[in-house]
């Protein structure tokens, strides 16, 4: 399709479990996105990649949360030892450009909703 | 720190009634705003977006928003809502390699 793309659309996750998030941007997007959405809040920036390189994963809640974006296009978002407290939407979004300040939009994905039990 | 505040977490209006939305950001460096619309069971969508220039910014679906510097605010208007404009609003601010700090989110009930 020609959105963001991603996958499972919903997760239903053990304590403790590991899971793992997969997000295909748009073809040709050098910049990826990841985000954490939890009920009743506005989406908290976890990470982000420039084609191949994690340029900046200041957001990530815990080192319990690794991301990688191997060949810079799919990206897997992966949360290791799963703890209720990681229940959310985790959103994908990408963008054509390297810097927002060119104006490029970042368009979202649908999210991934994770629930930890 | 970078912020954003919504004042109003939920909003419910009557068809043809005016809407202002209050967003107020806290950021130290160059500002780009926006306005994101999530309508219920869909992705984020752009409304809106402000880099520079005329502060009053024209969006999709008859939505506008006025950049006013001195009070750190980006609200979004439209003069008459439409039962199909029910869906949450986010507010953003944009920094640097395009990371966006949003607010927790406006949402918008309009009744028929």
């Known amino acids: 399709g020609a959105g963001v793309s991603q996958s499972p659309r919903y997760k239903v996750a053990k304590r403790g479990q590991d899971v793992a998030l997969r997000c295909d941007p748009i073809s040709g997007h050098v910049s990826l996105f990841w985000y954490q959405q939890a009920l009743g809040q506005g989406p908290e920036f976890l990470t982000y990649f420039q084609n191949e390189a994690q340029l900046d994963k200041s957001g990530l809640p815990s080192d319990r949360f690794f991301a990688e974006r191997p060949e810079g296009s799919v990206s897997t978002l992966k949360i290791q030892r799963t703890q209720q407290e990681d229940s959310a939407v985790y959103l994908c979004?990408?963008?054509?450009?390297?810097?927002?300040?060119?104006?490029?939009?970042?368009?979202f994905g649908e999210g991934s909703w994770l629930t930890v039990v | 720190a970078q912020s954003v505040s919504q004042h109003n977490h939920h909003v419910i209006l009557s068809e043809a009634a005016s809407l202002e939305l209050g967003c107020n950001y806290s950021y130290g460096g160059t500002v780009n705003l926006f306005w994101y619309v999530q309508y219920p069971g869909q992705h984020l969508q752009l409304l809106l977006k402000y880099f520079s220039g005329d502060p009053l910014v024209k969006g999709i679906k008859g939505f506008e928003a006025e950049f006013i510097k001195s009070k750190f605010s980006f609200n979004l208007r439209k003069p008459s809502v439409q039962w199909s404009d029910t869906a949450e609003y986010f507010c953003a601010v944009g920094s640097t390699l395009g990371r966006l700090y949003f607010g927790r989110g406006t949402q918008l009930t309009v009744w028929p």
């Open positions: 979004a990408s963008s054509p450009d390297r810097f927002i300040d060119s104006g490029n939009t970042i368009y």
